[in-house]
């Protein structure tokens, strides 16, 4: 089991910039990859970033250059530096974790950007 707890949402006006971090705790050891994902009502969760266990990274097309994932293993924390942030980048942003075939979410935090 995975637990995974995100924080660092907020109200930004555009072209700003925040941090999300992911803490993860539990049966961290066999986690396979980290991503972010994001969603708005209506529409279906989309891949914003992910960061395989071996350091490889893919980032969606609408964020490429904009957004980095990284990850702090002494603090079993993943991070989401988001710059230049767009009023489309508004949403839900949920951390997840892949384990063999078993996926485990964060509860989200909500990122809102103005124009």
């Known amino acids: 089991q995975v637990q995974l707890v995100e924080s660092g949402g907020g109200l930004v006006q555009a072209q700003g910039s925040l941090r999300l971090s992911c803490a993860a705790s539990g049966d961290i050891f066999s986690i396979d990859y980290m991503a972010w994902y994001r969603q708005v009502p209506g529409k279906r969760r989309e891949l914003v970033a992910v960061?395989?266990?071996?350091?490889?990274?893919k980032y969606g097309d609408s964020v490429k250059g904009r957004f980095t994932i990284s990850r702090d293993n002494a603090e079993n924390t993943v991070y989401l530096q988001m710059n230049d942030l767009k009023p489309e980048d508004t949403g839900v942003y949920y951390c997840n974790a892949r384990e063999g075939f078993q996926d485990y979410w964060g509860p989200g935090t909500q990122v809102t950007v103005s124009s």
């Open positions: 960061r395989m266990s071996g350091g490889s990274t």
